[in-house]
């Protein structure tokens, strides 16, 4: 299966750049849904060996691949969380939801 690269063209310096910068599959030869796929195993399988094997895909490209989406979650984390101005409420609120939320999983 052959990934196609989509490019678009800036509207303002007219450059075209690859629609996946950005994102956790920019330059992944692998189809977006197979690594997603693989990704979405890990915590039912439980092993990085283990996905490998159901997936046919190498142990270090799983490894590759969780720490490319690891990375990114990070730098998503921060960006969107930082300088938070919740009152005591709010937060208050956030850990209700989580506890309820654990209390039923």
Same mark, same amino acid.
């Given at each position: 299966? +052959? ?29 977006? %849904?197979?690594?997603? !796929? ?6 039912? @399988?439980?092993?990085? !060996? ?7 895909? &190498?142990?270090?490209?799983?490894? !590759?691949?969780?720490?490319?989406? &690891?990375?990114?979650? %990070? ?12 009152? !005591?409420?709010? +937060? ?10 654990? @209390?039923?999983?």
């Amino acid at each position: 299966m +052959v990934k196609t690269i989509m490019f678009s063209l800036c509207k303002t310096c007219k450059r075209c750049f690859s629609e996946t910068r950005g994102t956790i599959f920019f330059e992944l030869n692998t189809p977006d %849904e197979e690594v997603l !796929r693989a990704l979405s195993m890990i915590p039912e @399988k439980g092993s990085i !060996r283990g996905v490998a094997r159901a997936t046919g895909h &190498g142990k270090d490209t799983i490894c !590759r691949w969780l720490e490319i989406a &690891g990375t990114h979650a %990070e730098e998503f984390t921060i960006y969107f969380l930082k300088n938070l101005t919740l009152t !005591r409420v709010e +937060v208050d609120e956030i850990w209700s939801y989580i506890k309820k939320a654990k @209390k039923y999983n």
